[in-house]
Structure formats: structure tokens, C-alpha cells
């Protein structure tokens, strides 16, 4: 992280002003500055953590996202500008990464108040923010009954959901993304307004009431569930071989713990001898089929989502086929809420899931190409409305 002009903000503002007070006037000491972080800091929950800070320092001005990052100002007593900037130096969101942080003091606006603002456009030089695997803040929301977003495969909040794979062009905001053609309803719309929620600023907040929906087809027909996504996971129990769309594209999702159902995975997708990866539905179920040491274990749960490429256990419920002759297999956690319910209602442990495409080519992301190439591959495709714009093998 480069520091610009870091000796800029030690120089004491308030003296400064004071020679042009009036001499019986009691000075107000008012300092400003004005601060640009670049890197990661869109799409990760950084406009409202720098707000948070600002108001707890009773500091007024804005944060808004620029093409350039996001850029700060701020003012209020010197002490506690310093503090701002000191906490924004060492301190960030868990999914942010910081680059460069540049400061230099301005004079005082007499902002009033603290301000999330509209984007800024112009040069674009942020880095794109990465997809992050749901949250367990959106996870217990997801499985909690009495939540407005029970079993809604959409769920995200400032801290997951897609970024990446949605965003057409910076600066990271809804207008900027496959979003766009979702109008929020008026109960997303209070919590993406409202600073103190933690949807504040999340640009693809969505519910069933406004957001995308799943859908389940086969040969091309739209089949009316109630539950698209425990439709598919009864069809992967059966034996079939389902198209699952995730953040970044389709995969091919069928019983990990069938024989004949992973051998005709493997004819229809002309896969030879490699190795599947296997989706398995908690940690306890991947202890059960691999051994894994601590470390291990926490990265099956960070949120990028990482295979983790682990011994075999003897016996195994996976059967042979997933990866013919080899001592290792690799699994990896549901990370999005599609698959998280997916895996609640399959029965099998662990399911293939292996990239949607042919042989080499890349992975199929868009709904059209997946209703023709997946004619002789797949038996049913799960998919959704939102367009993926920006393919990731994830
Ligand atoms: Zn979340
Ligand atoms: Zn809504």
C-alpha cells in the first residue's frame, strides 16, 4: 500500500485558520481533507464502512465511488479527522483489498452531515470486485422460515453475492450491472437506502417479490414448479444429470455416489480419465469422504470458495468413477445460495459438479448456448433470468 503525500495531514489546520480570527472570537478549528483508495474497495461494502467510521467520529462530508476507486471527504475537528484516517489506513471491510491511499487537506466546505453520494465517472482504473460466496449473515436469513428471503436463491448482501460476473462496466453500481432491469420493491429499497443496514448499498439487493427467479426447463420447455431448485435436486436423486447455473456460468451436477450416472456424465461430456470435482453439502459430510486436516477445513469455508484437493477415504460413498485412479479427490462447499439449497434437498453426500462445456472449450454461461449445447448433454437445465455478462469458471 503507497502512502501519497502521507506528511500532508499532520499539519495542524486549526492554527492555521486561527490567525484570521478576530482576536475575542473563541477559533473553531475545522480540518478537511480529501481521500482516494483504490484496489478492491467497490462491490465490497467500503461506502458504508467508511460511513460508519465518519459518523461515529462526528465527521461531515461524502464517500462516493469514482472510476477512480473511492474518493472521501472529509471535516470535522483535526483530533478527529486524523483518527478517520488513521482507522482508514488499518482498518477495512473483510472482502476489501486496499492499493493506494492517497490524502491531501483541503479547505472546509462546511459539509453538513456525513453523505453516501452518487458515483463519479471518469477514468476507470478501479480493479473489478470478485464474486464472494454467500454470508452466514444471508445463510441463516436463507433457511430461516420466518425471513422475508426463506429458500430465495438471490439472497446477497454488501458483504457476498455476485460482483464480477454481472458488472458490464465500472464504477460498481446497479445501472453498471445484469441488475439493472431488476426495480427493487419498496422493502429493498429501505434496505439499500438506509445506512445502518447492512443492504445499504449492496447493488444486486433483490427479493422474490423484485429480483430473479429460477427456472427449470427440459428439452427446451419451461416446467412450472413452485421450487425449481428442489425440483432439480429430486431429478439429480433419480439419477439424471442436471445443467446448474452458478455466478459465472453453467455446470453439469448429477449423483457423485452413482456409478452409472458418473460413467454417462463422462461419455456425454467426452472427459476421458480427469478427475470431477465433487460438491459436498457441509464440512462433517467432507470429513466423511476425505481426510482433512484444520487448515483444510477452514479453507472449504473461506469465502472464495476454494477446491481443496484432499486423500480418499476407504471406503467411500463417491463412487470410483469421479476420479478413476487417483488417491486424492477434490471437493469444495455449495457457495451459492442456489447451490446451498440444491444440496439441502439432494440425498447423496456430495454431487459431480463440473464445468459446463465441451471437452476444452470454455464454460458455457449464456442461456441460449446452454439450450443448444446441452441437448445431448444434459437432461434438465436449471437456470435463472439474470444475465451473466462477464464468464467465470468458478
Ligand atoms: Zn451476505
Ligand atoms: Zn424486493
Redesign the pocket.
Known amino acids: 500500500m503507497s502512502v501519497v503525500s502521507e506528511k500532508t495531514y499532520l499539519y495542524p489546520v486549526g492554527k492555521m485558520l486561527r490567525k484570521h480570527q478576530m482576536p475575542n472570537q473563541k477559533p473553531e478549528e475545522v480540518a478537511a481533507y480529501r481521500i482516494n483508495v483504490n484496489g478492491i474497495v467497490q462491490g465490497v461494502g467500503y461506502r458504508p464502512f467508511v460511513y460508519h467510521i465518519a459518523k461515529t467520529l462526528r465527521l461531515n462530508g461524502f464517500v462516493l465511488n469514482s472510476g477512480n476507486g473511492v474518493l472521501i471527504e472529509v471535516e470535522g475537528r483535526p483530533g478527529d479527522c486524523l483518527q478517520f484516517i488513521e482507522r482508514l489506513k488499518v482498518e477495512k471491510p473483510p472482502r476489501a483489498v486496499v492499493k493506494t491511499f492517497s490524502c491531501v487537506q483541503i479547505t472546509p466546505r462546511g459539509h453538513r452531515g456525513f453523505r453516501v453520494e452518487q458515483t463519479l465517472s471518469g477514468e476507470v482504473e478501479t480493479l473489478c470486485p470478485p464474486d464472494v460466496a454467500v454470508c452466514k449473515d444471508c445463510l441463516n436469513e436463507l433457511f430461516n422460515p420466518n425471513d422475508r428471503r426463506y429458500l430465495y436463491p438471490f439472497i446477497n448482501c454488501i458483504n457476498c453475492g455476485p460482483r464480477f460476473t454481472i458488472l458490464e462496466k465500472l464504477p460498481y453500481d446497479r445501472v453498471n450491472t445484469s441488475m439493472k432491469t431488476f426495480k427493487?420493491?419498496r422493502?429493498?429499497d429501505k434496505e439499500y437506502s438506509e445506512p445502518s443496514d447492512r443492504r445499504f448499498k449492496a447493488e444486486p439487493n433483490?427479493?422474490s417479490?423484485?429480483?430473479p427467479t429460477a427456472r427449470l426447463y427440459h428439452d427446451g420447455r419451461l416446467i412450472r414448479v413452485e421450487n425449481p431448485i428442489s425440483e432439480a435436486a429430486k431429478l439429480i436423486n433419480r439419477g439424471f444429470i442436471v445443467a446448474v447455473k452458478g455466478y459465472g456460468g453453467f455446470h453439469l451436477a448429477c449423483d457423485a455416489t452413482s456409478r452409472s450416472t458418473v460413467t454417462e456424465l463422462r461419455r456425454r461430456k467426452r472427459r476421458g480419465n480427469k478427475p470431477f470435482a465433487i460438491m459436498v453439502k457441509s464440512v462433517e459430510e467432507a470429513e466423511r469422504i476425505v481426510e482433512l486436516n484444520s487448515s483444510e477445513k477452514e479453507w472449504l469455508t473461506h469465502y472464495s470458495a476454494p477446491i481443496i484437493l484432499a486423500r480418499k477415504k476407504e471406503p467411500n460413498p463417491v463412487v470410483e468413477e469421479v476420479a478413476p485412479n487417483m488417491r486424492y479427490l477434490g471437493v469444495f462447499l455449495p457457495y451459492t445460495p442456489i447451490h446451498h439449497i440444491l444440496m439441502r434437498s439432494v440425498e447423496p453426500p456430495a454431487i459431480v459438479l463440473t464445468s459446463g462445456n465441451v471437452s476444452e472449450e470454455p464454460i458455457i454461461f449464456r442461456d441460449k448456448e446452454a439450450f443448444e449445447k446441452f441437448k445431448d448433454m444434459a437432461d434438465y437445465i436449471l437456470t435463472y433470468n439474470r444475465r451473466i455478462v462477464n464468464f467465470a469458471d468458478d
Open positions: 427493487m420493491c422493502d429493498c433483490a427479493c417479490r423484485c429480483g
